[in-house]
């Protein structure tokens, strides 16, 4: 099983064997600077409340990393439940504190995160399911994976 993604001249894969995982997805973006309209349609109430009183640059990139890990973990498991899962129906608890770049070009860093389903995302995957996900920042550029195990 595997997956791919690619934005503005970059590319990431990923591939494991599936009777390990029952979904993989990965997302690459670049930092967005979100409007009021897309920050609530895109976040969960305490996803907009930790980018609260963030400089902007921060503020960009945690909006990002919310955003592409909730496009990663459907691409992980929309395949497997043919569920369609909005950005209001999970929750990524991200770090507190996200590695940020100093510049458009340095490396800032990796890191885990976690997500919750605040719906059914299928078969196996109730309201509260649980999982996690990591991320890689480079310059303005961010990539998200999560995967879903089958233990």
């Known amino acids: 099983m595997g997956a791919i993604t690619h934005h503005r001249g970059w590319a990431a ?3 494991a064997r599936a009777a390990e995982y029952r979904g993989l997805g990965v997302d690459l973006e670049v930092l967005r600077h979100p409007s009021p309209a897309l ?15 963030l400089p902007e640059r921060e ?12 496009e990663s973990l459907y691409k992980a498991l929309n395949p497997h439940t043919g569920v ?17 770049p100093e510049s458009d070009t340095d490396a800032a860093g990796s890191g885990r995160l976690q997500w919750r389903l605040s719906v059914t995302g299928g078969e196996g995957f109730p309201p509260g399911y649980t999982g996690e ?3 890689h920042v480079e310059g303005d550029g961010l990539l998200t994976g999560v995967w879903v195990g089958r233990g």
Do not use: H, M
Request: aromatic share 10%; net charge positive; with cysteine.
């Open 13 to 15: 894969a990923v591939a």
């Open 133 to 135: 996900g990591c991320y």
């Open 59 to 70: 503020r960009a990139l945690r909006f990002t990393l919310v955003f592409s890990a909730k």
């Open 84 to 100: 369609f899962l909005g950005f209001q129906d999970a929750e990524i608890l991200a770090p507190e504190k996200i590695p940020l």
């Open 39 to 53: 920050l609530r349609r895109i976040l969960r109430p305490g996803e907009r409340e930790a980018l609260e009183g």
